[in-house]
């Protein structure tokens, strides 16, 4: 694994140009991201979509990877990237997808988890994020 430094640097050095993810399915995404990160030697332990058993209920575990990549359409809804640690070893780069859910005069904001990418130690998550965040044009 390389250094620390090398990793903070790395992302910057990288061609992490956005790509275009008009019509594509969850899936389709999750495997770019996973396909760039794996050229640039950022090699995650696993890159997948947040609904990893197919389940049904989108509304609470994401999309499946068949449905389509979630379009953006203004200032009420948007990509999310975060850092967390993870349930066992290691850390979480997670994608969600926030939009506001309007209910007459009122609403809430709603969370759908997208992606998560599993790394080892918390400076190889912030390069991942780094870069991730260029991909999918989230800075």
């Known amino acids: 694994m390389p250094s620390t430094l090398e990793l903070l640097d790395a992302p910057g050095a990288l061609d992490t140009t956005p790509f275009d993810t008009t019509g594509k399915t969850v899936g389709q995404v999750v495997t770019q991201i ?22 049904v209920n989108e509304s609470r575990y994401g999309p499946r990877p068949d ?3 979630p379009q953006m359409g203004g200032r009420l809804d948007r990509l ?9 070893e290691g ?3 997670q994608i969600d997808y926030v939009r506001f859910v309007e209910n007459g005069s009122a609403g ?27 991909l999918l044009d989230i800075d």
């Not at 050229?39 to 947040?50: D, F, G, H, I, Q």
């Open 34 to 55: 996973s396909r760039k990160l794996w050229r640039t030697e950022l090699e995650p332990e696993w890159v997948s979509a947040a609904n990893i058993l197919d389940d």
């Open 67 to 69: 449905s389509p990549w």
């Open 80 to 88: 999310c990237l975060s850092i967390s640690i993870g349930n066992s």
């Open 91 to 93: 850390w979480l780069v």
């Open 108 to 134: 809430h904001w709603h969370s759908q988890p997208l992606v998560r990418i599993k790394v080892l130690s918390r400076s190889y998550a912030w390069a991942v994020a780094a870069v991730v965040s260029r």
